[in-house]
């Protein structure tokens, strides 16, 4: 049996954890730049009449009459609160696969089947005394079931937050209640496919003629009518597979002209990706640089540009793909326009152990393995950033993020623990 473990409202759910006195009040999170309202608990959602992803500046006066709280996104309190999660998950069972920052399968395949409601009562309650993040349980044979389970969890208040399909009558009931597109994996297109041979639930679905599914659906529907029929198809994924390309590219928060900024932000994005490939192991070919101007400006000039470089030699040397990053943007770098982004992608990757050489392939001492190794364990000890190159500059507030309500990072910051009484990030527009 599998258990599909999601968090409710996960980011703003961290918020509140670290803000008691929001539990019950409608809160949201804000995207980069505090753009738009990217996230919202189960308060600010049942406020129907504020729309998700709209710019903030459309809806202020709506979010300031329902009083509801908004935070700019804290990525890092919300990876470390997921972590948390995983590791109270790992407490159950041996086997998890982490499907996003929120949402796990556990396998419980151990356990006999007249424990799972009580195990699944446990992992809710354990979670929640652990990280303070609530989550809803689904528990079924088969990933498909246990995800709509889950939902099943949710949607309906009687089931406490848990749903165990551990009978037929219970899995036919289940699909009963779930129309065709609530079906995991069944998009649009086949929603009207499946819809237009008169099925209407996901019951009808998975009693449907499965020669017509293998034809019409492929292989993929395939799979999935079996998971609804109880046929295990879906395997769990505990192994993280290595990344073929590694980027980041983030909007300015405000628009930059000169040159000299820009690209302190550029050697700042390098440093970032170049961590990850050496976490990961890993050395790149090819360095990609892009800058544009804001689109959606009609006072501004608009201009847009990227560069692809070949290096001689992969490396994941920070100094060396910052040289060779800086060399790009000077190619691309136009005068006279106001930039809002810039970017940085690394891809051709090898593995680190075995990058191929030429014949006369020297090492300079500035990209040596070793010289990354203590730069990599004295940003770990001290924090991020704290040794980099001269090229990053000091005048991160020139071009980073708006952030204006931007939570402590309680949990990964010394500087930033939780201080009783203290001074409050969020805002009541």
């Known amino acids: 049996m599998i258990a599909l473990v999601d968090c409710n409202s996960f980011y703003a759910s961290c918020e509140q954890v670290f803000r008691p006195d929001l539990q019950g009040k409608p809160v949201v999170v804000l995207s980069n730049n505090d753009g738009c309202v990217i996230a919202a608990n189960k308060e600010a959602k049942a406020l129907a009449h504020i ?7 459309k809806i202020k006066n709506i979010l300031k009459a329902n009083n509801v709280t908004c935070f700019s996104s804290n990525y890092t309190l919300y990876a470390d609160m997921s972590q948390r999660v995983m590791d109270t998950l790992r407490e159950f069972s041996p086997i998890v696969e982490e499907y996003s920052i929120d949402e796990s399968f556990v396998d419980l395949s151990h356990y006999n089947n007249d424990e799972l409601d009580e195990i699944a ?10 990280t303070g993040v609530p989550v809803g349980v689904g528990v079924a044979k088969t990933k498909s079931l246990s995800k709509m389970a889950n939902k099943f969890a949710k949607k309906i208040p009687e089931n406490n937050g848990v749903f165990v399909v551990d009978s037929e009558e219970k899995r036919q009931f289940l699909l009963s209640s779930a129309k065709v597109k609530d079906i995991w994996g069944v ?6 496919r499946i819809e237009n041979t008169g099925a209407k639930t ?10 017509w599914v293998r034809k019409e659906l492929t292989v993929v529907g395939e799979r999935l009518w079996r998971e609804l029929n109880n046929l295990p198809c879906l395997e769990l994924v505990t192994e993280t597979s290595v990344k073929k390309g590694i980027g980041t590219a983030k909007s300015f928060g405000k628009k930059l002209a000169d040159y000299s900024i820009i690209s302190e932000a550029t050697s700042f994005y390098v440093a970032e990706v170049a ?7 890993s050395a790149a070919g090819c360095i990609e640089v892009f800058l544009q101007t804001n689109y959606f400006s009609n006072s501004d000039n608009q201009y847009s540009n990227k560069i692809i470089i070949t290096l001689d030699t992969p490396t994941n040397s920070t100094i060396k793909l910052t040289k060779e990053a800086l060399k790009g943007l000077k190619k691309i770098y136009k005068p006279g ?3 809002k982004k810039v970017g940085v992608n690394l891809f051709n990757l090898v593995p680190e152990n075995q990058v191929q050489t030429s014949l ?3 090492e300079h001492k500035s990209e040596s393995k070793e010289l990354g190794k203590v730069i990599d364990a004295l940003n770990s000890k001290f924090g991020k950033n704290k040794v980099k190159l001269a090229t990053v500059g000091n005048r991160e507030k020139d071009w980073a993020l708006i952030k204006e309500h931007r939570s402590p990072r309680f949990t990964t910051q010394w500087s930033e623990l939780l201080t009783i009484g203290g001074k409050t990030s969020s805002i009541k527009l």
């Open 51 to 57: 729309p998700m992803f709209q710019p903030v500046f």
């Open 121 to 130: 009562h446990k992992i809710k309650e354990r979670v929640h005394k652990n």
């Open 187 to 192: 998009g649009r297109k086949h929603t009207i």
């Open 202 to 211: 996901a019951l009808d679905f998975a009693n449907t003629n499965l020669a």
């Open 275 to 281: 961590d990850l490939l050496r976490q990961q192991g």
């Open 337 to 339: 326009y106001r930039y």
């Open 360 to 362: 006369f392939y020297e």
